[in-house]
């Protein structure tokens, strides 16, 4: 969008869509609040006193870091914690338009404009030059990333955890973040490679530029985790976050996943340095006792340690032959046996990874749960958005055909008001 002139030698605080002399609005997307946004400084510092910007304002705060400013320097980051938070429900949805044509995909400023607070009070997307779609609710937003089962919100979803491997400084690196596995593959003196031993994720190519750039290699990714903290079900066990950490080695970068705030402080005194969190997984439980603490098709997963690479590694259960010789904790008294997660299989075929349809409540033996006569991975897509909010009939992978939730753990999943509301 372009930005209005300053009025009166004052800044307005907006760059809301004027009109062009050529015809028709420069088109906005958006709104967030820009004008006397109260947030964090840079303490006793005042960025322009004239537009009462900065540590001191309002009144005698200086030194605190905390005042006042004016301009979309305080909306722009509003808008990117939002589309942060749909990015961390799903990683793998691209991009796209707010409203795309017959054949785009949805996406996530689809998303954004069709849950404003305007959009869901019409009833669909409008759009003006002063506000273009409206203002963002992130809550609504959230839950169209999350989608549907059973006719329910789904508290969870699974994603994979792409594994990259660094032969020359013998390091591996775990990210649920595409952007974060392209940069790994590319940008290294010594670039990293995903193993071709693991499992190509359904569908989904890493993001990248066809006029400029060759095709990237197919993502894959061994393991599956958690996207967020909600456990899907009451009595399996907690979630536990994946934190990335990372230090200088020679030659290169090491990178290692912790779960603690004790294990954060460990490794920070050991030259880490904290980045971000890399999805969750389900804390250890007493499953020899408590069986159903364990979700089912969830395996023990660790992380080891190999002394003569000096690098840790994480990995299933199921993994563990090929990695033989990570044999001992990562650190002294820290724990080899992280949680749980879930391996990259796809029992009935159908696109959509056992992960995904254990957690959301499918039935990962049979390719159409409710017998509609439509895929579970066509109604509740890996990498896309499952519907429009405005849709007039949605996908329910759990609701319809000759079955509806019978043969789906859903109707278990959403009993005695463990859901988020129905809207």
Known sequence: PNSPPYVGGIECGSNWSFHIAAGGYDHQEVMASAESVYSTTYPGYNWVSALQCGDQFPGPSWGNGYGLCTGTSMSAPQISGIVGLLRSVNSLVVT???EPSVGQPLGLRTVLAQTTNEART????????????????????????LGK?????????????FRLYNSFTHDYADTISPQYATSLLITQTHDYALPSTAIPVPGYTFPY??????????????????????????EWSDLLPLYLMDRPKAGGTDY??????????????????????????????????YPTCVPPGAHKFYR?????????ATFLDTEASSFST????????????LGYAYPALDTDGDGLPDAVECVIGTDPTHADSDGDGISDAVEFPLIGIQTSPFAPNPPDPCRGGTYGASRCGADDIFKNGFQYPVD
């Open 256 to 289: 290692m996943l912790v779960t603690s705030a004790a294990e954060i402080q460990a490794a920070h005194m050991a030259g880490y340095n904290l980045r971000t969190i890399q999805g969750y997984i389900f804390k250890p439980c007493d499953d020899a006792h």
């Open 96 to 98: 796209s338009v707010s």
């Open 149 to 161: 089962v059973a006719g329910a919100v789904v508290r969870n979803r699974a994603t994979p955890l």
């Open 122 to 145: 019409a009833g669909g997307t409008t759009w003006n030059p002063t506000l273009g779609y409206g203002h963002p609710d992130a809550a609504a937003a959230v839950r169209v990333m």
């Open 209 to 234: 530029d066809p006029a400029h750039e060759t095709a990237p290699p197919i993502a894959r990714a061994p393991v599956y985790v958690l996207a967020t903290e909600f456990k899907p079900r009451a």
């Open 304 to 312: 080891k340690f190999n002394a003569s690479l000096s690098d840790c």
């Open 326 to 337: 990570y044999s001992t904790a990562c650190a002294a008294g820290s724990t080899t046996m």
